[in-house]
């Protein structure tokens, strides 16, 4: 249904979103034209009146508060003047980025037997001419005239009362519009699809578990296969030059229990490249083989052209939930580095390949194993970010945070949670904030900036509380971030000195991004339920 449709005529004239602005998106600093700004995903914006100098200046320019009391999570898209968001669970908005007046929005009903593990959850939108894309929770992928909020075509990519849903911002590439599958707490087949553009027509579609009989089957068991998992709810990257699209892969199911599933269970945990117009998958890279700590490689593969030990080096960064960090060769997967940027008990580092060192008194028990990073992760979904300027890549982090990992027997049953275990934690920053202490067991929130050709870290901002907040950077060297506290930052990118803060009376599960209307640079950043904007002052 489309709601508040307001006449606003310099609409009409909007320039076409073609395949060439996309692949270069990075030319157009004044617009936020992908979830990630770019297909690099490096979340960095040339954009740069914003500095460390003037920063401690920065006021709010205006707040929209949605309608939505479920997790805000979206990244806006700012396009040619207007910008598009979701509210939870799956609604469009059309706002001027000058005032957040809304001039139209969109609401999709979904149906009721969606089930997800996490929340009424919708991270954003992609855009090609002059359509909008949008995934829901019932496994629909909608298309949006971005000049009025018709539909275009509404497609069912997977059944929802089997635990399948979308709640990623789809990629476009070229003419195709590419999402991916949550779900893995249900027994889902985790897979990867491309839909036309134009039609909503299946193009392609790659499971990220193999049938019996493909490449990477043998770690699955009888018919595990079929209820393996290995979901896909973090938006993907794109390299134009190579055509290759990465994607990274959640868990195996069940989560904890692994009696059923004796091997590497490809390709839960992996990053995977893609062919985009086929499908095909090129190579992959697994970061936690026969995981039974959830440790989802749901996050953004961030990709940069480096000098690496005097070659110069297509590579792709990963901060990965696991709790190590890596380079590998985005051509070829290869692995050059890997290092723990939190602390990590479940493996004693990473042999030459990559490949984790399992400690096996590690592993889940049916009384219970204590083991860091906890269920959550040194890090999750949140985006990174890799400053060109700095050429240092930031990790929004949980640092010395733990679970008790359990497992129990369990059998897979159509629509039903199918984890095998039931992790638990010491509630992140409780003891903290009761008797001012800093005792290691609580966990807390960081910003962490490593340098990736070595693996050292340069500087960390700590937080009281645990961060869902990404990260944003930009050419004057100023870094963004949010976290749970309700605190909004702004940083020196190369100290991690504190320039300014707002509090926004809300969590912040978002990331930042920024735009230019006019001559002015603004921020903004989900945070509650409202969309808050900063600007300096005129």
């Not at 553009?197 to 990477?216: D, H, L, S, V």
Request: hydrophobic share 40%; glycine share 10%; net charge neutral.
């Amino acid at each position: 249904m489309v709601r508040a449709i307001l006449v606003f005529l310099p609409l009409m004239a909007l320039a076409q979103v073609t395949p060439d602005r996309l692949v270069r998106a990075t030319e157009e600093p004044q617009n936020w034209l992908t979830y990630n700004g770019s297909y690099s995903s490096q979340r960095y914006s040339t954009l740069a009146q914003i500095t460390p100098a003037n920063a401690p200046t920065l006021r709010q320019e205006w707040v929209l508060q949605v309608r939505s009391l479920e997790k805000f999570e979206t990244t806006p898209l700012v396009v040619d003047g207007i910008m598009y968001l979701t509210q939870a669970p799956n609604d469009v908005l059309a706002v001027d980025p000058l005032s957040g007046r809304v001039f139209w929005s969109y609401s999709y009903t979904p149906a009721s037997s969606s089930r997800l593990c996490c929340g009424l959850v919708n991270r954003g939108l992609g855009i090609l001419g002059d359509s909008l894309f949008m995934g829901t929770i019932d496994g629909h992928v909608v298309a949006l005239d971005r000049v009025s909020g018709k539909v275009l075509w509404n497609i069912s990519v997977a059944e929802p009362t089997l635990g399948y849903a979308i709640t990623l911002a789809p990629l476009v590439i070229k003419d195709k519009v590419i999402v991916g599958t949550a779900g893995g707490e249900y027994g889902i087949r985790g897979f990867i699809a491309a839909l036309d553009a134009k039609t909503g027509k299946e193009a392609w579609r790659f499971y990220t578990i193999p049938a019996p009989g493909e490449p990477g089957f043998a770690g699955w068991k009888g018919d595990s296969w079929k209820h393996g998992g290995a979901s896909v709810w973090i938006t993907g990257s794109y390299d134009p030059d190579t055509n290759l699209t990465y994607w990274g892969i959640g868990n195996p199911g069940p989560d904890y229990n692994d009696e059923e599933r004796p091997g590497d269970n490809l390709y839960s945990d992996s990053v995977v490249a893609l062919d985009a117009d086929s499908g095909k998958l090129k190579w992959h890279f697994q970061f936690t083989p026969h995981d039974v700590w959830d440790y989802d490689s749901v996050q953004i593969p961030v990709l940069a052209d480096i000098d690496w030990q005097g070659r110069a080096r297509k590579a792709m960064f990963w901060a990965n939930r696991n709790g190590f960090f890596y380079v590998l060769d985005r051509t070829t997967g290869e692995f050059l580095r890997g290092a723990p940027f939190s602390r990590v008990t479940w493996a004693t580092g990473l042999d030459a390949k990559g490949r984790p060192m399992v400690d096996a008194s590690k592993m889940p028990t049916r009384e219970g194993v204590q083991v860091y990073p906890g269920v959550q992760g040194s890090t999750n979904w949140y985006s990174s970010s890799y400053s060109l300027s700095t050429k240092l890549f930031y990790i929004p982090t949980w640092a010395n945070y733990w679970s008790i990992y359990t497992k129990f027997p369990i059998e897979y049953e159509a629509g039903q949670r199918f984890t095998g275990g039931a992790p638990r934690s010491e509630v992140p920053g409780l003891r903290r904030n009761l008797i001012n202490t800093r005792a290691e067991v609580d966990g807390s929130g960081a910003i962490t900036a490593i340098d990736p050709l070595t693996g050292e870290k340069k500087w960390e901002f700590p937080m009281t509380d645990v961060t869902d907040a990404g990260v944003l950077t930009t050419a004057s060297d100023v870094l963004f971030a949010g976290g749970r506290e309700g605190y909004f930052y702004a940083l020196d990118a190369r100290t991690g000195k504190q320039l300014w803060r707002a509090q926004l009376g809300g969590q912040v599960t978002s990331a930042p991004i920024t735009y230019r209307v006019g001559a002015r640079q603004f921020v903004a950043v989900a945070a509650g339920s409202a969309l808050f904007t900063f600007a300096l002052p005129e």
